[in-house]
Nanobody, 119 residues
Framework: QVQLVESGGGLVQPGGSLRLSCAAS????????MGWYRQAPGKQREWVARITRLPSTSTNYADSVKGRATISRDNAKKTVYLQMNSLKPEDTAVYYC???????????WGQGTQVTVST
């Protein structure tokens, strides 16, 4: 059974930082590209960042977070991270982890973790 479990969300003041984690199980983590998406109230889910599988592990970011976010992965721990700095109120959303494997078309999602940026 595939599971992606996010953690690290919470309430943070504008300008603050958070590190989100997503622990994967039930998949060969090394074969999957990993991503983060978010969904704000009343809005569609939007892509935030993606990191490819080995050997390249290249990263890409949405313009809205570029320069403020860093995605990374630890294949030994089967975990992907999203470091978010200089948080803004508009970053408030439920953040979801995804795992995708283009070779097979498989895509998996986590349940999400709430991030609220507010005073």
């Amino acid at each position: 059974q595939v599971q992606l479990v996010e953690s690290g969300g919470g309430l943070v003041q504008p300008g603050g930082s958070l590190r989100l984690s997503c622990a994967a199980s039930g998949i060969d983590f090394r074969l999957y590209a990993m991503g983060w998406y978010r969904q704000a109230p009343g809005k569609q889910r939007e892509w935030v960042a993606r990191i490819t599988r080995l050997p390249s592990t290249s990263t890409n970011y949405a313009d809205s977070v570029k320069g403020r976010a860093t995605i990374s992965r630890d294949n030994a721990k089967k975990t992907v991270y999203l470091q978010m700095n200089s948080l803004k109120p508009e970053d408030t959303a439920v953040y979801y982890c995804s795992a995708d494997r283009p070779a097979t078309g498989g895509v998996y999602w986590g349940q999400g973790t709430q991030v609220t940026v507010s005073t």
